[in-house]
């Protein structure tokens, strides 16, 4: 496929992506935003995303173009295409796609079955990025458009650690730096960097964790009065549950988080045996077989309920070991 086939003739486009956009998704949408406002510049390009966090806000170029409001004067977009996602994702941006002329899906998520009159879908890709990057012409890229892109694979491949990671993955970001961005700043800004009540609640969480199994499993639980007295909020626990999953000797963290509701957030994470996906779905959750969470009401104790949890991957575990 080729995006500027796809696109040709068309007046007004728009691009969108799931909600509470993460790296990948905002650095797709305003990568490609920019690369078409650059090559078809008759055409009027709109991107609809909900506000992007401070760290993408500052290091994606165009971040201030994005209409978060989701308001537009166009009745039909000639083409809208959804980014990262499938087009059930994309909050009130669906409208805009189910009226579209044309509608175009690239994702990279191997359970979007393709949601778009044309689809290029991926689930070996590590990143919508990456895909976009499949899509271009490169000799067209510039600076800005590649920075959009390079952000999205450091984000979705966990800063070049995740499996996803493929040689074509690399050649394709290597191929981004030639462009000459600061990238040092850009992956300890967008990967790293944590605010300092974010280090505090991160520094409660491992303080307060416990060890099962050997250490095999490495369980923490915040309360919401722990979170607000270290002036934390509910998005302040992310990057947790990672940090615990890479204590040396551990398969498997599981850590639960309570929202002003008084309900438990529960998120976990395995290394490479324990599948998380199958205790998540116990509870109602889903996800990943190496990342997953659900969430437990208020009605139930959640000491229990973790103690089920724990005892559940370390089922998983012994029956690993017995198989050798
Ligand atoms: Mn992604």
């Known amino acids: 496929m080729q995006i500027l086939e796809e696109l040709k003739g068309c007046a007004t486009i728009g691009i969108s992506g799931h909600e509470n956009p993460d790296g990948d998704c905002a650095g797709a949408c305003l990568g490609l935003a920019l690369y078409l406002r650059k090559v078809m510049p008759q055409a009027r390009v709109d991107v609809f995303l909900e506000p992007l966090r401070d760290e993408l806000y500052k290091n994606i170029p165009g971040a201030e173009t994005v209409i978060t409001d989701f308001q537009t004067d166009v009745d039909a ?164 549950v990672s940090a615990l999953v890479s204590t040396a000797g551990a398969d498997c963290s599981i850590f639960a988080h309570e929202r002003s509701t008084g309900e438990w957030r529960v998120s976990f994470r395995s290394n490479s045996i324990v599948n998380v996906a199958e205790i998540a779905q116990r509870y109602g959750g889903g996800g990943h077989i190496r990342a997953s969470g659900c969430t437990i009401g208020r009605e139930r104790n959640i000491e229990m309920v973790i103690r089920e949890m724990v005892e559940a991957a370390a089922a998983q575990l012994r029956a690993a070991e017995e198989k050798g």
Request: one cysteine or more; a negative charge.
């Open 77 to 240: 977009y000639d083409a809208f295409v959804v980014l990262d996602s499938a087009k059930d994702r994309i909050g009130p941006a669906e409208n805009f796609f189910d009226r579209a002329e044309k509608t175009i899906n690239i994702d990279h998520h191997i359970s979007n079955p393709g949601t778009g009159m044309v689809n290029y879908v991926n689930g070996q890709s590590s990143s919508a990025c990456e895909l976009v990057c499949e899509l271009v012409d490169f000799s067209l890229v510039d600076r800005d458009i590649a920075q959009a892109l390079y952000v999205g694979i450091v984000t979705d491949t966990g800063c070049f650690r995740f499996s996803s990671t493929s040689r074509k993955t690399m050649e394709v970001a290597g191929r981004l730096m030639t462009y000459g961005f600061d990238f040092p700043t850009i992956v300890r800004e967008v990967y790293f960097e944590k605010t300092w009540v974010q280090q505090r609640v991160l520094g409660r969480a491992l303080m307060k964790s416990k060890s099962y199994l050997g250490g095999k499993i490495i369980v923490s639980r915040l309360a919401h009065e722990t979170i607000l007295s270290l002036g934390g909020v509910g998005r302040d626990v992310e990057g947790i």
